[in-house]
Nanobody, 119 residues
Framework: QVQLVESGGGLVQPGGSLRLSCTAT????????MAWYRQAPGKERESVAV???????SYGDSVKGRSTISRDNAKNTVYLEMNSLKPEDTAIYYC?????????????WGQGTQVTVSS
């Protein structure tokens, strides 16, 4: 099994920036894609950004142009940098990883980190 631990959330003023991190831990696994999702109160979880094992990225329309997803494969860590933050970016941000090991494929979610954009 692979565990994901996020960090970097908090309170940010509108127009500000933040960087989220997510590290995967476990035994003998290989990660394929990693992604960030978010869920605001009363709304469905939505995809924010995805990065493949070779670094191909894609972004949700709501954050496109304001966000950058990157990963450090040596550290099994994915990052999300967001700029020009808006109150509507307020949500719990979840890390996701698709991986495989000797037992087959799997998918893991982090516990979530709260991001609040407010003055």
């Amino acid at each position: 099994q692979v565990q994901l631990v996020e960090s970097g959330g908090g309170l940010v003023q509108p127009g500000g920036s933040l960087r989220l991190s997510c590290t995967a831990t476990g035994s003998k696994f290989t990660i394929n894609s990693m992604a960030w999702y978010r869920q605001a109160p009363g709304k469905e979880r939505e995809s924010v950004a995805v990065i493949s094992s070779i670094g191909t990225t894609s972004y949700g329309d709501s954050v496109k142009g304001r966000s950058t997803i990157s990963r450090d494969n040596a550290k099994n860590t994915v990052y999300l940098e967001m700029n020009s933050l808006k109150p509507e970016d307020t949500a719990i941000y979840y890390c996701n990883a698709v991986w495989y090991n000797d037992h087959g494929p799997g998918r893991s979610w982090g516990q979530g980190t709260q991001v609040t954009v407010s003055s």
